[in-house]
């Protein structure tokens, strides 16, 4: 009988080989197309000396995104802190997978005892052009009698409507108003939203910065949607947040109706009712109106009717915070939104703030050398702004990333650099910056806020709790200069 005693230790190190030449792969390198990322098996060996080699000399940083033109290939839907409903962790802090299980108990746990949260720090990390906040502080100063639009722009972050949904809570029981504001007509994050139970068939043709085959218009929020027979979307409020939890008026948002199409809808699960969408290439809004709505579902009888975009739900007065979350996005695939698009839904939204928070999916590897990127940045924001001229614009720096460093987590040497090039984007843009990064604490300080139970174990990702008392910090230092 042949001996196979020895087959498992050959396995085994064979494993182990791979293991520690992963630990030495450069950054950047592809094997039949696919990027091999390095993960340092070794750190917990090694000493902090090793590491420090390898960011202490300024010539170690590489210039590559000197030229790159930061197109389609650079938006990437893999590095989201939350993928279709779950929390991703990377390798260094893949020992508490076991917290996964009872993730969405504890995060509601933390926000009962949010009160016993530190609170946010008291600096003004407000700069720029405050003075073009102007158009925002006045417009809230009418907020009992009229509409206060926000556009909040976002990455991975603000995915499931964090952030916003505080930020809208503060401001709404501040300056008034009922009601979520703009939803899509699909999302990947159903399964962790916090303001709107949102349900839908699955047959929607979905476009998006990074997958428009059809070539799709796509609207404000990045997305067009397209329906098949019979498809439905569902938006229910719940009681997380008071403010949210009825509405009076739901806008359904859409374009390029076709002769005939037709739209059915149910309030608060009543009777249905169908009406028929205007035909014509240029945005059009459907409106149903009943004060203190809790649910309205849409169903779109005939196949490819129309490009939808998504559904606002709303009141006439008041604050609304529109959470425009683009996973996977640096902030650059908003070019793939045209000027006329931006300028048709601004007619209808009319936005007086928009508020810019990317940053995280720009950090890569050892490239710090953001110059491409500021061009890019530049030339998008002046186009909104064109696009919007009655908003004020406030672009908020990225906040703290930590990576490992042996068995230490420390600060992403890119992030300060980064934060220097989000700087000069404000400034040749002439609006206003806001300094997340030192307002969380500086250097390091995602480490205490995973300590705090304010931010996920990936040491990238904040948590709802972190959420939250990111959006009292905004609005704190909003409200300081509001008189």
Known sequence: MENNINKPLIIFGIALLLFVVNSYTPEGIEILGVEIKQVDFLSDIRSDDYYDSQYDEEDNYDDEYDNEEYDDDYETENDSALLEGKPQYDLASIIDFNLLTNFINVEADKLDNYSKVIAPASKNNLSGNLTQLNKFFNALKKSKNKQVRVAHYGDSTLE??????????????????????????????INFRRTTDLSFSDDWITASFSRNRSKLPLGINGHAFVNANGSWVKMKTNSRYKTVKNFDIAKLFYSDAKNGAKVTYQLNGGKKITKSLLKGKGLNVFEVK??????????????????????????????????????????????KIKKATLKNFNAKLDYKLVILEFGLNVLSGNKTNFTRYEKNMVKIINAMKKAMPNASFLLVGVHDKCIKKGSRFITDPAVPRLIKAQKKIAKETNIAFWNLFDAMGGENSMVEWVNANKAFKDYIHFNAVGAKEEAKMIFTELMKKYK
Request: proline share 3%.
């Open 160 to 189: 499931g409507d964090l952030i916003s949904s505080d930020l809208r809570e503060l401001f709404q029981k501040k300056f008034g108003g009922r009601g979520v504001g703009f939803v899509p007509i699909t999302s990947k994050d």
């Open 290 to 335: 009943k004060s203190k709505s809790k649910s309205i579902k849409f169903t779109f009888p005939t196949a490819k009717s129309a490009n939808y975009y998504g559904v606002s739900l709303e009141s006439k007065k008041g604050v609304y915070i529109d959470n425009y979350a683009l996973r996977g996005n640096s902030g650059v695939g908003l070019k």
